[in-house]
């Protein structure tokens, strides 16, 4: 209770403000009235203007550490605020590279289907670069799914608009280029970057299945 009571965050700067002023206002006045006790009886002080300095002094100090407390925690909500900006920045950047496709990526996998008999024969320069070019492909993707769940503001929109960019474009098409890959009969050369590719195109279909999922 006496936690919840202390915690400044959930007050409002007028809130906390308004309760030290009216401190204040109200303590010295309590200090310079007589008292039961004589310890605390400071009525014929004859420097009254110090003591009522002395005790309210503590009390603006406190007022200006709030204020300044305030003002970090302001702070701290606008670099939030433009961390977050950056991210949606980033995550549009990272959709428009994946609908733009400018590896052309359609081509490279139809090129490949055409030519499945050369996975097992030893390596080319030609068919490593295909492959590679598919697999990176694969992670900006992943890459695009993954900074949607890290970031802190409308993912809904963002992912709908990867979910359908994927299954509207994409699945059909590795599914139908993961179906023709075959990693134990293909060359030991090639073994590597075709687990690498199933597995990430494993993952995607197992994660932009629901066009719901941050409703």
């Known amino acids: 209770m006496i936690r919840k009571f202390l915690n400044i965050e959930k007050y409002k700067t007028w809130q906390l403000v308004s309760l030290i002023i009216l401190i204040i206002i109200i303590l010295p006045p309590l200090f310079v009235l007589p008292a039961f006790f004589k310890f605390w009886n400071f009525s014929n002080s004859a420097s009254i203007g110090e003591t009522i300095g002395g005790i309210t002094s503590p009390f603006i100090s406190g007022l200006a550490a709030v204020l300044v407390f305030l003002a970090f925690k302001a702070q701290i909500k606008a670099n939030q605020i433009i961390t977050n900006q950056e991210k949606s920045r980033n995550i549009l950047s ?25 996975f097992k024969q030893s390596s080319t320069i030609q068919v490593v670069n295909q492959l590679n070019k598919v697999i990176f492909f694969t992670t900006e993707i992943r890459l695009a799914f993954e900074l949607i769940g890290e970031y802190e503001g409308e993912k809904d929109f963002l992912y709908r ?23 134990d009969t293909a060359h030991m050369d090639y073994q590597i970057p075709i687990v690498e590719l199933l597995f990430q195109i494993k993952f995607l279909n197992a994660n932009l299945i629901d066009s719901e999922l941050y409703k």
Do not use: C, W
């Open 94 to 118: 990272q959709l428009s590279l994946i609908q733009d496709d400018k590896l052309e990526i359609e081509k490279v996998i139809g090129m490949l289907l055409n030519r499945t008999e050369l």
């Open 161 to 183: 608009k990867l979910y359908y960019l994927y299954v509207v474009r994409y699945k059909d098409l590795f599914s139908s280029f993961t179906a023709a890959l075959n990693v």
